[in-house]
């Protein structure tokens, strides 16, 4: 791995870090300004909202001056939003959300759609190892969360963060990187007028859109889930997010094994399957134990999902991937901001979290019918051959 690479799986660490921050934070946030669960819910809707904004940029700012530039401009942004999100109101709050959400929208389609270029005849396997990356920073902030939570002294972690988020932006901004040189000249030309007809854009986009939400609604309210369920004085409820992104990481790096024997939209549905065994779980779940159970086979379903939708993308599209990649992570931030938000308000609505987590088993089963009809279109257009 050269330098460069590695640079960007610290960057992608970190990125996971902030993705998933509302989980484990969500308990602590929602006590200090005094939140019902829909306005919890809001809080996913500001990051992934202005995450769609982020992803705009990050497609004009690769086209014009290429990843390094993306990738330094959202860890910035990132930065700015940690340092303001340690200590702040719940109206600043709110603006260090988003500004954190713009700062991932910008980083998350360059770093994988620049490991995509790097790596053409594997890119399911590098992609998988890129989101393992991911899945660290995913797995370690609960961790955090957790140690600090009874001291109140989490606002540590924020400021550490935005110190490393500035460190890696330093690092990549000086480090030889070898980019890819096709990006400009594909984007130049006047191709893809077609993308918006294509039948595969709405499978993709669907699928890119509730995968994001799922992640995020499991991911996200885990930890509010357990905290309920709490009898004793303790912080064991903020590591259930843990045990879900855990999950992601160890089926992340087991998945390039797989793909060795099984192809990518199968490896895909039968994660969906067990994804969805794993959410019926937390659902019957009573106890915190189960809880954990529950997001641990959910974790290991969703593991392979979304690098392969990005490697889909990628083999699908061809060289209007960078183009199409636009339109796919801005429908995955919007499902970021749509999904969880509607769990908050259903549990608002029926008075139990358990109800509202339901969102994320129908979108599991929604999921399974995409990748049923990709692998469907798919095969009519070579036999049409």
Known sequence: MSPGTA??????????VMTTLLGPMLPVLSARWALDDTQAGYLFTAQFASSMAGVSLSGSATQRYGYRVALVLGLGVMATGAAVLARSSWAAGIAAVCCYGFGIGVVSPA???????????????ALNWLNFSWGIGAVGFPLGVALLALSHRTSLLMVGMASM???TALSLSFAPFAMPKRLRAEQRDGGGSSLGRNWFVFLLGSLFFLYVGTENCIGGWTAS?????????????????SFFWGALLAGRALAPGFLRHMGERHLASAGLLIASCGVSVLLAARTIGVVSLGAVVAGLGLASVFPIDIALLAELFGEMASRAGGIMFALAALGG???PWLVGLVSTRFGNLKIGLA????SCLMMLFLFYLVGRTSNEDKDGE
């Open 7 to 16: 640079l960007v799986h610290g960057a992608f660490v970190l990125t996971g």
């Open 111 to 125: 770093a994988n759609l620049l490991i995509a270029e790097l790596n053409p005849s594997n890119r399911a396997a």
């Open 165 to 167: 988020l500035l460190l």
């Open 225 to 241: 889930y357990a905290h309920r369920m709490t009898t004793v004085h303790g912080t064991f409820w903020a590591l259930t997010p």
């Open 337 to 339: 901001a749509t999904l």
């Open 359 to 362: 969102v994320s088993l129908l």
